[in-house]
Structures are given as C-alpha cells and as structure tokens.
C-alpha cells in the first residue's frame, strides 16, 4: 500500500485549515448578514415550500417553478425544511466548496507551474472572493455570504478546467468535459452556458479551422445541452411569458439594471465615446494577433505585444478594483520577460481572450445587435461571463512565474519577487478580512427584528411599504415594491415591468411626506409602513420601534 508523500498530506492540511477557517471567520452571524442574492433566492424557496405566501407581492405572487435555478433552490427549501434555519444549505456548503476548489485550483496551477509552494499559494489566493466591478460580479470561494449557486459552479471549474486542457488534443475525450459542464449547469445555468462558449471560441482559436472541427464544436454544444436536461426539462415547464418589446424594455430598466446597458458604467471617469474606442480595439486586437499566430508569424515582438495586450485588459476590467490588486499586476509588469511562449501560454492567454469578448463583446452584440432586432434580453447578461476573468487575474501571474528560474536570479530580484508574493497574499487577506470577515452591524439587523414581529402578529396577506428584501424574506409577508426584483420582471416577467417602475417611483414620492404615504396606502390598501424619518411617526399609530426603524400603522390614518 502506498502513503502519500509528506508534501501532499502537508498540502492537504492546509487547505483543511483554510476551509475551516472560512466556516467560522465570517461576518454573517443571522439570516439579515447574507447578501442581497442569497436572501433573494431563499425567499424563492419560502415561496415554494409555502406557496400559500406573498399573494399580494407583486413578484412573489407567481409560481417559482420558472426559477433559472431550480435544483440549487430545491436544494435551499430542502435544508431550510429539514433544519428549520434559513442560512442552513449556505452553511453546508462553505466547507465542501472550499476545499473541493483549493484541490482542483493547487492541481490546475500545478500542471501549470512545476514549482514546489507556488501552487498552492495561488490556489490559496484565488479562492479568495475577486471583485469584477464591470459586471457586478466576483470570482473565488470564500465566507458564507459568498455561497451561491454561481459559487457551486466556482468548485468545480478548476478540475473542468484542468480536463478542458489535458484533453484538447483529445477531441473524442472533450465531450466528456462538456457533458460535465452540461451537468453543472444544472446549479448554475449561465456559469454552464458562458464558459461552454468561452471553450469554443478557445478550440476556435486554437484548433484548425475546417468542417472536422466545426462538427466537433457543435457536438459538444449539442452534449452541453443533453448533460443540463434538468435545467432544460424545467424551462420547458414554465408558464409562456407575455411578450414586451425589448426596446420598451431597454427604456424601463435603463437606470435600474445599468450593467445589460452600460457595461462601462464603473469608468464613468472616461468619455463614452473613448471607452467605446477603447473597448473596440481590445475585442478587435486580439484576432489580429489570432491570425498572426495561425500564419506562422511569431515573433518576440508580437507575443509580448499579445501579453501586454492581456495585462491591459485586465487593468480594464478590475477597473475600480484594481488599488487590491496593484502588487499582482506588478509581479505580471516586471516579470513579463519571462514569458516562455509554448501551447501552455497560448491555450491559457487564449482563455483570457475569449472571456473578454464573450463578457464584453456579448453585452455589446445584445445592446446593439439584439436590441435593434427585437430579440431576447437575456443576451444582456453576457456580461457576467467576466467573472472567469478574475480566475485569470492568477492564470497570467502562473503563467509568468514558470518561466522564472528562481533559484537562478539574482538576490536582489529574489528578494523583490519574495516581497511582491508575500505582498500579494497579505494585501489579499487584508481585503478579505475588511470586505469579508470583520462584523459591520447594519440597519438589516433591526429590519429583522421587526420582520419577526411582522410574522408573528400580522395576517398571511398582509402588504408593507417597503423596499427590504430582509424584511420580505424574514417576515414571510408581501413588499409593495423591492428595487432587488428588476432582473426577475426583465427575464421572467416583462409584461409587469412598466407596474414595478411605476411603483419604484411612487415610493420614492410617498415617503417625503405623511399625505402621499396615506393616498398610496388608499390606492393599494397598504396597512404598515416602514419608516425612518423619525419626524413623521407622530402622524401615525407606532407598533415596533427600534433604534432606526418604526413600523407604523396606516390603517389609523385612513
């Protein structure tokens, strides 16, 4: 019988302590920490455990079984009925998806960079949650308040990833990899969907145009699908939606969901015709170099054009992020001579280009090319793809770090790179720790208590003003309006779009003063209102207060 080595078992300990660590350091401490996505989503399970609640929500109201998510949430209702504890199926998960990751990321960069820790260094790292504030969206593991269904998928995309390169030149064997990413799809359908195509533009790129590969490609686009039949069988499913005019729709949401409009709305400080350019040239650069390398025309120069063309578009993407992550960038700066340019740096800068365009270039086509076609909104959130651009912020740094003989540099530059890692790690724990970790009490802790007197001492139908997707979800009781819910109308119920807005807008009237309050409340029988405008409350009969928040009474003034 053989042991594994002394390394491994060292190895393996660690990423046991760090998922551990992640368990119990986290700033959640009740349902009112979990972010706005998390309680959003188990508010879906409620409904569908309790289908008898939020009759008079104006999107809880409908059936969930159309939830792009439905085996994730069968999940949640599952933990939450069995346990009788809303955060249960996150905390499940926080252990297994961290160290499933940390294994699948340390034999990723391994295969990647032979070196002995720096593996599981930037396994370590990676795991750590990354902000990709262009599309809202993160990269990485992490606490509990970063558990979700888009996470699940996270833990396994460095083993998918690992597959997807092993076995490229391997086609036969790559329909295995993409029935897998078929399968997790399941949990996360766009994570499935976004990097089944960030595959294919790489094989694309990389592989040699004909109609042999062309079939293969479609193949595996045709297994991706038979591999998420569940997610697939579900949709089918669904009620049929009433139709919108995607330019009405465009209209309406302009200012409530930025990112499916203005993909650049985190470089406000850049003129829109400029960023355009900019953008333009950084879809548009890369083929050129493409077309270069398939024509045999290599050279020192044009490959670190090509990586400087890589570090450019991440510095675009991190964009307000980027102060976090200045040191990495600095390592990819003054190391870039180390470049050594074989299949591994071209597959995997390969990767970072097809993330690029399929995030940025994607959104573009379904502003412009969809939207003037009338066709569906949903190719708006082709911006999220750049989520596996935060993967690749260490993909790049690997691939930078193989071609360094360590041992052979000069002390100075031993000590500089020593530094710049120890920097990186530090400056990353940092982050996490204040972004993460450390407690910050909020005003959802009081909502919370006022939704559990809610629950406890008003009527299953009974409707609050209030835009609280912690009150909703603890509360088990209807909102009038909840800003939260605009990608719910854009994807799943368009036809009631226009009604959200109207109401979005009539709250934000209302709550100025006690009159409007009192005329909306008439005009949508409304009975409780939150309030945190201590000014007003002599107006109304008072019922919970707490240090912020008082939830008042319309009835008494009606």
């Not at 594994?4 to 986290?26: E, H, Q, R, Y």
């Not at 094989?203 to 079939?215: D, S, V």
């Not at 049929?240 to 930025?258: R, Y």
């Amino acid at each position: 019988m053989r042991f594994p080595k002394k390394d491994n078992i060292i190895i393996l300990l660690i990423f046991l302590i760090i998922s551990l660590i992640w368990v119990t350091a986290a700033s959640v401490r009740d349902v009112e920490d979990l972010n706005s996505d998390q309680q959003y989503v188990l508010t879906h399970a409620v409904k569908h455990l309790k289908p008898d609640l939020y009759q008079k929500d104006l999107l809880y109201q409908h059936d969930v079984a159309d939830s792009y998510i439905p085996l994730y949430l069968n999940y949640l209702g599952f933990a939450y009925k069995t346990t009788g504890n809303l955060n249960a199926g996150y905390k499940f998960f926080v252990f297994p998806l961290n160290f499933i990751y940390l294994i699948g990321a340390y034999l990723l960069f391994k295969e990647i960079i032979n070196k002995k820790w720096l593996p599981v260094i930037l396994a370590v790292v990676s795991s750590m949650p990354l902000s990709v504030p262009i599309a809202g969206e993160y990269f990485g593991i992490g606490p509990i308040q970063m558990i979700t269904a888009r996470t699940v998928f996270t833990a396994f995309f460095p083993f998918v990833a690992l597959m997807f390169y092993k076995w490229i030149d391997m086609p036969p064997r790559l329909f295995i990899v993409f029935f897998i990413i078929g399968l997790l799809s399941n949990i996360h359908p766009p994570s499935g969907l976004f990097l089944t195509e960030i595959f294919i533009l790489v094989l694309l790129f990389y592989k040699p145009f004909n109609l042999k590969n062309i079939a293969y490609v479609c193949g595996y686009g045709v297994v991706m699908l038979a591999g998420a039949i569940y997610f697939v069988i579900a949709q089918l499913k669904t009620a049929d939606i009433v139709n919108v005019p995607q330019g009405s729709l465009n209209e309406i949401f302009k200012t409530g969901i930025s990112y499916l409009f203005y993909p650049f709305h985190t470089l406000t400080f850049i003129p829109q015709q400029m960023l355009h350019i900019i953008t333009a040239v950084l879809i548009i650069s890369p083929l050129i170099f493409i077309v270069l390398f398939r024509l045999k025309r290599e050279n020192k120069l044009t490959v670190k054009l090509f990586i400087a063309l890589n570090i450019v578009m991440l510095l675009y993407i991190l964009a307000s992020e980027i102060k976090n992550y200045l040191v990495l960038i600095t390592i990819l700066i003054i190391f870039s001579e180390s470049f050594i340019w074989d299949r591994k740096t071209r597959l995997w800068t390969y990767f970072g280009i097809a993330a690029f365009m399929v995030g940025i270039g994607g959104v573009l086509a379904g502003q412009y090319i969809f939207s003037a076609l009338n066709l569906s909104s949903l190719f708006g959130n082709q911006i999220r793809a750049t989520r596996f651009l935060g993967f690749y912020v260490y993909l790049l740094f690997a691939l930078v770090l193989r071609g360094v003989d360590i041992k052979a540099l000069k002390p100075y530059k031993k000590a500089v790179l020593t530094l710049l890692v120890v920097l990186v790690v530090f400056s990353s724990l940092r982050h996490t720790y204040r972004t993460y970790i450390r407690y910050k009490p909020s005003v959802n802790t009081e909502m919370a208590q006022m939704a559990k007197w809610a629950n406890e001492n008003t009527a299953k139908d009974t409707v609050f003003m209030t835009d609280s997707l912690t009150f909703r979800l603890v509360s088990e009781r209807a909102v009038f309006v909840c800003k939260k819910d605009g990608p719910a109308f854009y994807y799943s119920y368009p036809h009631l779009a226009e009604e959200w807005v109207k109401r979005l807008g009539e709250i934000s009237t209302a709550k100025k003063s006690s009159q409007d309050l009192v005329t909306l409340a008439k005009r949508y029988d409304i009975h409780y209102v939150i309030l945190s405008d201590k000014g007003m409350l002599n107006d109304y009969d008072v019922l919970y207060k707490t240090e912020h928040l008082a939830l008042v009474n319309i009835d008494s003034k009606l």
